[in-house]
């Protein structure tokens, strides 16, 4: 699990994401529609891809993708994030993150 708390060091917001994963291009606009800008991990395009797969599993991602980080801890995937969307949360835990100001 260490290279995905060091991936997710230091940034307000983290998706970890398959470029092919209709599901977490849905979570990538919904959180950019809020003009918050994640940093965004192609598990299909970077070279240790596996082997932060198999620490996001780890965690309890189950599927892997998408994975939401905000104020570096693990928020869940797509339905924890339309969960706290639904239930008008999102917004506040990205401002207390810093991802957004408004």
Not at 32 to 55: C, H, K, M, S, W
Request: glycine share 8%; with cysteine.
């Amino acid at each position: 699990m260490d290279v995905v708390t060091s991936m997710v060091a230091d940034r307000p917001v983290v998706i970890f994401s398959r470029t092919t994963c209709c599901m977490s291009h849905s979570i990538k606009t919904l959180i950019n529609g809020f003009g918050a800008n994640p940093t965004v991990y192609e598990l299909d395009e970077i070279q240790n891809g596996q082997q932060v797969e198999r620490e996001l599993q780890q965690m309890g991602c189950n599927p892997s993708v998408p994975a939401v980080f905000i104020g570096q801890r693990l928020v869940g995937g797509a339905n924890q994030v339309m969960s706290l969307q639904l239930r008008n949360q999102l917004v506040p835990l990205l401002k207390r993150a810093g991802a957004i100001w408004i």
